[in-house]
């Protein structure tokens, strides 16, 4: 066990338990060995082994909370590759960074997948409830008469209404803690890494913007008077590009507008699990409107008694995630300065959060909501 790992650990949580960050963290150092060797910085013989290592390597094991910053992980897997040059060009933030942007956007596609099968399922119940009249209920008291059609669209049209992001931008050849001090070659490295990345992945990445502009200002105040006003506009927009590329690191507002979108997928979740519990409760003193499968036996005393399991565990699920989700705003409190510096926390949080849906949908959608009569 190496001193990083017994000193910092604490959770049990080790980076073996997310595979997918463990394969885009590879990804990104085969990646950045190619543009590297593509450079001419590295040898085609240290670019191929560093390649062969990343496609078998055994990744020892790390805490995913030790340190700021992913740093642990990033130098747990450097140490385990263990060839010459296999961090040249990269910094910690650029690394961890695009490898949980990554597997947060592969999580993030296959939950508006998932979710747009259970908008499907309550639609089609919806339709096979359109002639069911119940009594409404307002602070559980006695309404107008309503179909239950309605409650069922209105679950549907509120999970289509959420807009997940995608966290697809990449971050690489941004320099020292990716502060946007870029030089021409660190974007060329950029470029070709985040190239060769997307062939590794087969995912749509776009790059931070980088200030290119102030190339082009350069040249264009070179190019004379007419040049003056270009390289003038060049030399605004390297400017804006610089802005972006820090208050990107430093913010990194994308993760909080992710969080944001999952807590609304949650709470129209919770709503309805809590609904669709109460209104088969019963079957003599409660509601009894609708009838849930019956998957398991609701007691080892009372025989026959059937429990809506499938809503209690899926509001266990989002009660849980909510409080994953109020450590990623706690999180984002603590920050300072110029670097979000617990981003790699607030990934791990949400991919738990988005690995619970993606699991779990499904079964609700199968075992519980198309058995719904």
Same mark, same amino acid.
């Not at 596609?109 to 309550?122: D, R, S």
């Given at each position: 066990? &190496?001193?990083? !790992?017994?000193?910092?650990?604490?959770?049990?949580?080790?980076?073996? #338990?997310?595979?997918?960050?463990?394969?885009?963290?590879?990804?990104?150092?085969?990646?950045?060995?190619?543009?590297?060797?593509?450079?001419?910085?590295?040898?085609?013989?240290?670019?191929?082994?560093?390649?062969?290592?990343?496609?078998? *390597?055994?990744?020892?094991?790390?805490?995913?909370?030790?340190?700021?910053?992913?740093?642990?992980?990033?130098?747990?897997?450097?140490?385990?590759?263990?060839?010459?040059?296999?961090?040249?060009?990269?910094?910690?933030?650029?690394?961890?960074?695009? /490898?949980?942007?990554?597997?947060?956007?592969?999580?993030?596609?296959?939950?508006?997948?998932?979710?747009?099968?259970?908008?499907?399922? *309550?639609?089609?119940?919806?339709?096979? !409830?359109?002639?069911? @009249?119940?009594?409404?209920?307002?602070?559980?008291?006695? #309404?107008?008469?309503?179909?239950?059609?309605?409650?069922? &669209? /209105?679950?549907?049209?509120? @999970?289509?209404?959420?807009?997940?992001?995608? *966290?697809?931008?990449?971050?690489?050849?941004?320099?020292?803690?990716?502060?946007?001090?870029?030089?021409?070659?660190?974007?060329? !490295?950029?470029? %070709?890494?985040?190239?060769?990345?997307?062939?590794?992945?087969? +995912?749509?990445?776009?790059?931070?913007?980088?200030?290119?502009?102030?190339?082009?200002?350069?040249?264009? +105040?070179?190019?004379?008077?007419?040049?003056?006003?270009?390289?003038?506009?060049?030399?605004?927009?390297?400017?804006?590009?610089?802005? #972006?590329?820090?208050?990107?690191?430093?913010?990194?507002?994308?993760?909080?507008?992710?969080?944001?979108?999952?807590? %609304?997928?949650?709470?129209?979740?919770?709503?309805?699990?809590?609904?669709?519990?109460?209104?088969?409760?019963?079957?003599?003193?409660?509601?009894?409107?609708?009838?849930?499968?019956?998957?398991?036996?609701?007691?080892?005393?009372?025989?026959?008694? @059937?429990?809506?399991?499938?809503?209690?565990?899926?509001?266990? *699920?989002?009660?849980?995630?909510?409080?994953?989700?109020?450590?990623?705003?706690?999180?984002?409190?603590?920050?300072?300065?110029?670097?979000?510096?617990?981003? /790699?926390?607030?990934?791990?949080? +949400?991919?738990?959060?988005?690995?619970?849906?993606?699991?779990?949908?499904?079964?609700?959608?199968?075992?519980?909501?198309?058995?719904?009569?």
């Amino acid at each position: 066990m &190496n001193i990083a !790992f017994e000193a910092h650990a604490f959770s049990g949580q080790s980076v073996h #338990a997310y595979p997918q960050v463990v394969a885009y963290m590879l990804a990104v150092k085969r990646a950045c060995a190619h543009a590297n060797y593509a450079l001419s910085l590295i040898t085609f013989e240290n670019y191929q082994a560093i390649d062969l290592q990343c496609q078998s *390597l055994m990744v020892p094991l790390c805490d995913i909370y030790q340190g700021g910053g992913g740093i642990a992980i990033n130098s747990a897997i450097n140490d385990a590759i263990g060839i010459e040059n296999v961090n040249l060009g990269q910094s910690t933030t650029d690394v961890c960074t695009s /490898a949980l942007n990554c597997a947060l956007v592969k999580a993030t596609q296959m939950l508006n997948q998932h979710q747009e099968k259970l908008v499907e399922a *309550l639609l089609i119940k919806a339709r096979e !409830f359109e002639s069911y @009249i119940v009594k409404g209920k307002t602070c559980l008291r006695d #309404a107008s008469d309503l179909s239950y059609a309605t409650r069922l &669209n /209105a679950y549907a049209s509120s @999970i289509s209404a959420i807009k997940r992001p995608l *966290l697809n931008k990449i971050n690489l050849g941004s320099g020292p803690m990716g502060l946007g001090n870029d030089t021409s070659h660190q974007q060329a !490295f950029g470029e %070709l890494a985040l190239a060769r990345l997307v062939e590794l992945t087969g +995912l749509a990445l776009d790059p931070v913007d980088k200030p290119r502009g102030v190339e082009a200002g350069e040249r264009g +105040l070179a190019a004379g008077e007419r040049g003056v006003e270009a390289g003038e506009r060049g030399l605004a927009a390297g400017e804006r590009g610089l802005a #972006a590329g820090y208050a990107y690191v430093a913010l990194r507002q994308d993760l909080f507008v992710l969080t944001q979108a999952l807590e %609304l997928d949650l709470h129209v979740l919770l709503r309805l699990a809590k609904d669709l519990r109460l209104s088969a409760s019963g079957p003599v003193h409660g509601f009894n409107e609708i009838t849930l499968p019956a998957l398991i036996p609701g007691s080892s005393f009372y025989k026959g008694k @059937i429990n809506p399991t499938m809503d209690e565990t899926m509001i266990q *699920l989002c009660l849980l995630s909510l409080g994953k989700l109020q450590t990623v705003k706690m999180a984002f409190e603590q920050a300072e300065m110029d670097l979000m510096v617990y981003y /790699a926390m607030v990934s791990f949080c +949400l991919l738990d959060v988005l690995g619970y849906l993606n699991t779990f949908i499904p079964k609700y959608i199968q075992y519980h909501v198309m058995a719904i009569t």
